[in-house]
């Protein structure tokens, strides 16, 4: 019956409206799945071109739609954080029918003023700063592309933790407490508005930019100090 209902609202749902390019507007979670999602999930969740959504629960659901992630032109592409078709009601509609496929985790409710920011940058330096950078600015790893963390609301952090987006790695309660996953996601929001008391930011990337600085500030002064005693001595 619920297969039923699915097909009925997938050949019934309206056409995309012209400010909306890419996605199909409806009025139920079940019309918007189908208009949507179903011809890479299948009908029912279990999945065709793309994984099964049976028992990923509303989590990964608010992370990918809420970020723009979702849905991809081509199942396989890397999803990447874009511009949220979906209106508010939508979303909230979609994310509660993808939860209804199967028992699974919901939305979580991290609280960073509980984290330790010191443990939260030794973690971050020890599960993420290999792709991400310590800086959370983001980059190039092999086969997919980092995003910078600049701006992700709280929320968006901890799903992605434990998520584990495109190449990114899951990490579960028993690798990342929730307790440390607080003291995470409060480093990561003081990377956005970090210190630069006694110098200069340079883009936040860390020692190397300043260093390079530094060195080309040394060689301008080396060279103007050879000319002058050139000019002293050449006379």
């Known amino acids: 019956m619920k297969r039923f209902f699915l097909f009925a609202a997938l050949v019934l749902a ?4 012209a400010s909306s ?12 799945y189908a208009a949507n999602c179903a011809k890479c999930h299948g009908p029912t969740g279990e999945g065709l071109k793309a994984p099964s959504l049976r028992g990923v629960g509303e989590r990964a659901a608010d992370f990918y739609l809420r970020t723009g992630a979702m849905p991809i032109a081509r199942p396989g592409e890397q999803p990447e954080p ?10 909230r509609q979609l994310i509660r029918f993808v939860g209804s496929l199967g028992k699974g985790p919901p939305v979580p409710k991290p609280q960073p ?30 086969g997919a592309r ?30 990342i407490s929730n307790a440390q996953l607080d003291s995470i ?3 990561v929001l003081t990377t956005g508005h970090p210190d630069d008391r006694g110098g200069w930011g340079i883009g936040e990337l860390g020692p190397v930019p300043e260093g390079m600085v530094t060195w080309f500030i040394a060689i ?16």
């Open 14 to 17: 309206p056409p995309a409206a």
């Open 21 to 32: 390019p890419g996605v199909v507007h409806a009025r139920t979670g079940a019309a918007l």
């Open 113 to 142: 003023a509980k984290g330790n920011l010191a443990e939260g940058m030794r973690l971050f330096t020890d599960h993420c700063a290999g792709c991400h950078q310590v800086a959370a600015e983001g980059g190039f790893v092999t």
């Open 146 to 175: 980092v995003p910078p963390l600049e701006g992700v609301p709280a929320v968006r952090i901890a799903e992605a933790v434990r998520v584990g987006p495109y190449l990114m790695p899951m990490f579960s309660p028993r690798a």
């Open 185 to 187: 996601v409060r480093y």
């Open 82 to 91: 874009s511009r949220v078709l979906f209106s508010q009601r939508e979303l």
């Open 220 to 235: 301008v002064a080396l060279v103007a100090t050879c000319m002058a005693i050139g000019k002293r001595f050449g006379r």
